[in-house]
């Protein structure tokens, strides 16, 4: 069955950066996009990025321009999502989900269990 | 920038039916924007309802409906059940890769 499978929770000082991965099996990693999604302390979910892991090419949300990466090791069918000079507001659970696009249909098909990123001093 | 809208809170009665809807600041919300819809629950991952407007993700009860309402997309929820009561988020595809998520409905059922 179809697994994202993230790394643990991390602490991290402000000005910092995390890095995060994401761990797909039960299916062909460079066939399906992956996104990220996060939730802040406190608030709703908030779209990040996008990868095809074929190609390697991405997308950021303009809030996140600047200060989110996304790379991939295809060998390990690893998807990893790198926030720069992180700030207290970045405290949040960092979601990786694979994209299904095809035949009209469009949705976010599995979740990763979520990562814990706290910013704090 | 593109914000997408939805009620910040509602309540509704056990057995009874509510519409939670979402919209967009600058456009009509329609089939071509995917429209899906989230539970969350504290300590999970997002949790898929519909998707694609209409179609409900496996093993999600059959009380929870999607589609189009005017301008704006929907959820409905017939027969709410006391363990409906929970945050909904909808999300919209954007096109080029994006997606915008609104702010998110707290349901109260009493």
């Known amino acids: 069955q179809v697994q994202l499978v993230q790394s643990g929770a991390e602490v991290k000082k402000p000005g910092a950066s995390v890095k995060v991965s994401c761990k797909a099996s039960g299916y062909t990693f460079t066939s399906y996009d992956i996104n990220w999604v996060r939730q802040a302390t406190g608030q709703g979910l908030e779209w990040m990025a996008w990868m095809t892991p074929n190609s390697g090419n991405t997308g950021y949300a303009q809030k996140f321009q600047g200060r989110v990466t996304m790379t991939r090791n295809t060998s390990i069918s690893t998807a990893y999502m790198e926030l720069s000079s992180l700030r207290s507001e970045d405290t949040a659970v960092y979601y990786c989900?694979?994209?299904?696009?095809?035949?009209?249909?469009?949705?976010?098909?599995?979740w990763g269990q979520g990562t814990l990123v706290t910013v704090s001093s | 920038q593109t914000v997408v809208t939805q009620e910040s809170s509602f309540s509704v009665s056990p057995g009874g039916t509510v519409t939670l809807t979402c919209g967009l600041s600058s456009d009509s919300v329609s089939t071509n924007f995917h429209p899906s819809w989230y539970q969350l629950t504290p300590g999970q991952a997002p949790r898929t309802l519909v998707y694609s407007t209409n179609i409900r993700s496996s093993g999600v009860p059959d009380r929870f409906s999607g589609s189009i309402l005017g301008n704006k997309a929907a959820l409905t929820i017939t027969g709410a059940q006391a363990d409906d009561e929970s945050d909904y988020y909808c999300v919209l595809f954007l096109g080029s890769g994006i997606w915008v998520f609104g702010g998110g409905t707290k349901l109260t059922v009493l």
């Open positions: 989900a694979r994209y299904y696009g095809s035949g009209g249909i469009r949705w976010f098909d599995s």
